[in-house]
């Protein structure tokens, strides 16, 4: 990056931090995510430090966040406030043991010995750090931690959590400090309130939270149910044995006090067992009743911690390790189209590579013409890209104040030359996507092919797309039937084949031969057609050849199939070109026959399921069939006609949409009862 560019998009970065930094630590109404905004630092941060005389005094990489609102009396903090720095991967966690292995040696070589570095570990509660000071074991101030020197009093409010006790146990002078919380459970059910009595419903738990602890009037706190850990002795004086010598000791202390603790801390004896907890509660984080961001790693020993002390902003001797974020932001750099198998045509955003939710991502689906126009998204936009576990990633906003200047308006093209013939493309009638007039191109023909052999249709083992280009470049396979008679000697004057790779491949196609009639279906690449349509019809039918007659008012007439679906079937079926490959395809395959084995008295009869999330005792796949012997359907996406969403770990924007229409969810132990 040139340092022209570099001082430009500084500037740009510090303004736009600073703004959602104000609405989301002062006003509380952030309009982007917690991990967007940490992206953006990301951002800043790295290009500050490939030119360091670039840095400020007064940038967001220098200073803790947050500014005291007006409403409230403010209180000067007797023991400064500190935020953490973040890492957000294994690597983070690495170099952070090394540095402050490298500093204790400095500091206090005589005494320090690598293996007498422990951490403790604790969750990153995603709250409202609160302040407590108690004066001869009675609560006196509860303080937000504002700018980290200037709060805001809040001791009234902080009064009517139960987790947090009026008057200690022993008369000691104490400040504590913790993360005021709401439970997800109570989330949903004010949400839910708010909704009804019109009012604006809050984005997450904790934005709740902070507008709860900041309500002028006590009573409405106190119906809102808020909870607390803390986590941390500032200061005590004549605390019985003295100040601990640990972290993890002072988690017992305060445990011993009569303070709310969170149980899941941990003592590791090296940075792997950081890590091991770390991975450990990615997995099942979604499984408590209140949010975690990440975990906290800290020196264990507090003569360690006082030998090291604080930069300018943070502790040296703890950080915090965030959990991979499911929403970064980045780059546009370019948006092309894909052709897809029924000629429908879709634009993809080329990203600059990001890291989200665990995995690197370089494109993001735009879904259409109509969605790039919502958006307004251009080249050379920042936009913020969402990835929930193992849903693709979507871009859902362009940081339009970090559009760079001269950008054009994107517009759709009128030809594409993957399209094949002159490149003409229509929209289709009634939808706002937009298709090839050529349906034979061959790009067209290529991906039916590589959807044919793909695991929800024929699953043809070591057939996969370079196979299959492979095949069609050298003039072996035009059609789906050209498949099963592909021989040896064929596949011998290949690249890349020798005899054992020949052997297995057609060891691969003999076991296709005998499908379903839900997975011929769908590898006959019918338009509107996917794998739940062709499990509805299969069931429906039984045969290929009462699909083949059924006429128009009768698929119309099936619950699941709406007008434009029906239409589709029913004119792919009056075709001469596809009746004749589907004759042919007959000759070389057989369809396995159709066993009912539904249990009617199921408590999945005739309901519509959505599976999100990753479920851990059985894939996908053998969750759809087990929900299809009851009697189920599986749909793709929530609506208000969907009658349960199973929820397994890192579950995403389906459940909280499931939330939203007051959809039943399902756990996954719920789930395993009920089949």
């Known amino acids: 990056m040139k340092r022209s560019d570099a001082e430009n998009r500084i500037d740009k970065l510090r303004e736009v931090i600073e703004h959602h930094r104000y609405l989301y630590h002062v006003l509380d109404k952030p309009e982007i995510s917690d991990e967007a905004v940490d992206s953006l630092k990301k951002e800043l941060i790295d290009i500050e430090n490939q030119f360091p005389d670039l ?72 709250g409202l750090k609160i302040v407590l000071e108690y004066e001869k074991g009675l609560l006196v101030t509860a303080a937000t931690r504002g700018d980290g020197k200037i709060g805001e009093n809040v001791t009234t409010n902080v009064k009517t959590i139960g987790a947090i006790p009026l008057k200690l146990k022993q008369p000691l002078d104490l400040i504590v400090e913790g993360e005021i919380f709401l439970s997800k459970k109570d989330f949903e059910r004010l949400n839910k309130n708010l909704k009804k009595s019109g009012k604006d419903t809050y984005a997450n738990p904790r934005n709740l939270a902070a507008g709860t602890i900041r309500q002028l009037d006590s009573k409405i706190v106190a119906e809102r149910n808020l909870s607390v850990f803390i986590y941390e002795i ?53 499984k408590e009743n209140y949010q975690i961001d990440g975990v906290v790693i800290k020196i264990n020993r507090q003569d360690y911690q006082k030998a090291l002390g604080y930069t ?48 690197i991502v370089s494109r993001a689906t735009l879904h259409n013409e109509d969605e790039i126009n919502r958006l307004d998204i251009r080249i050379g936009d920042t ?53 090839c007039v050529d349906k034979n191109s061959f790009t ?16 043809i083992e070591n057939l996969g797309p370079k196979v299959i280009d492979q095949l069609v470049e050298n003039n072996l396979v035009t059609s789906p039937v050209d498949i099963f008679t592909l021989k040896k000697g064929d596949l011998l004057s290949l690249d890349r084949f020798a005899e054992k790779s020949a052997d297995n491949l057609l060891w691969s196609i003999n076991s296709a031969r005998e499908v379903s009639l839900a997975r ?8 509107n057609v996917g794998e739940e349509t062709a499990v509805l019809l299969a069931n429906k039918f039984k045969t290929i050849k009462k699909l083949a007659s059924a006429s128009l008012k009768k698929l119309i007439m099936i619950n699941g199939v ?46 519509t399921i959505v599976l999100t999330g990753t479920l851990s005792g059985m894939s996908r796949d053998e969750a759809k069939k087990k929900i299809r012997s009851l009697g189920g359907s599986i749909s793709s996406s929530v609506s208000k006609n969907t009658d349960f ?25 719920e789930f395993n009862k009920l089949v």
């Open 312 to 359: 300018g902003n943070a502790p040296r001797f703890a950080i915090a390790l965030k959990f991979p974020a499911e929403q970064v932001t980045t780059i546009v750099e370019d948006i092309n189209f894909q052709v897809g198998r029924t000629g429908v045509i879709t634009p993809v955003a080329h990203l600059q590579p990001i890291e989200v939710a665990g995995s």
């Open 562 to 607: 709406g007008d434009v679906v029906a239409e589709s079937i029913f004119n792919w079926f009056r075709k001469e070109k596809n009746i004749k490959l589907l004759g042919l395809l007959l000759q070389e395959i057989k369809i396995q026959k159709i066993e009912s084995d539904i249990n009617p008295e199921s408590v999945f009869t005739g309901k």
């Open 383 to 435: 936009v913020i890209l969402q990835k929930a576990g193992d849903v693709i990633p979507q871009v859902v906003e362009v940081l339009k104040d970090l559009r760079p200047p001269n950008t054009k308006e994107f517009k759709f093209p009128k030809k594409i030359l993957e399209c094949g013939g002159d490149g003409s493309i229509e929209r289709i009638p009634g939808q706002s996507a937009y298709r």
């Open 55 to 126: 840095i400020t005094p007064d940038s967001p990489s220098q200073r803790v966040s947050g500014q005291p609102l007006d409403k409230f009396e403010k209180v000067k903090h007797k023991i400064e406030q500190w935020s953490f720095n973040d890492i957000f991967n294994a690597d983070g966690s690495y170099e952070f043991d090394k540095r402050v292995k490298r500093s204790l040696l400095k500091k206090i070589s005589e005494d320090f010995s690598e293996n007498s570095l422990e951490y403790t570990v604790e969750l990153k509660i995603d």
């Open 234 to 286: 500032a200061r005590a004086n004549n605390l019985p044995g003295g100040f601990p010598k640990t972290q993890y000791e002072e988690l017992e202390k305060l445990q011993e006090l009569g303070f709310k603790v969170n149980s899941h801390f941990k003592l590791c004896s090296n940075i792997d067992e950081v890590i091991n907890f770390w991975k450990s509660w990615h997995k099942k984080k979604d």
């Open 520 to 527: 011929l279906i769908v590898g006959l690449s019918i338009d």
């Open 645 to 669: 969403v199973v929820a397994g770990d890192s579950s995403g924007m389906k459940l909280q949409k499931a939330k939203q229409f007051g959809i039943a969810v399902l756990s996954e132990k």
């Open 444 to 459: 067209v023909q290529r991906r039916k092919l590589h959807y044919f052999v793909s695991k929800n249709a024929f699953d």
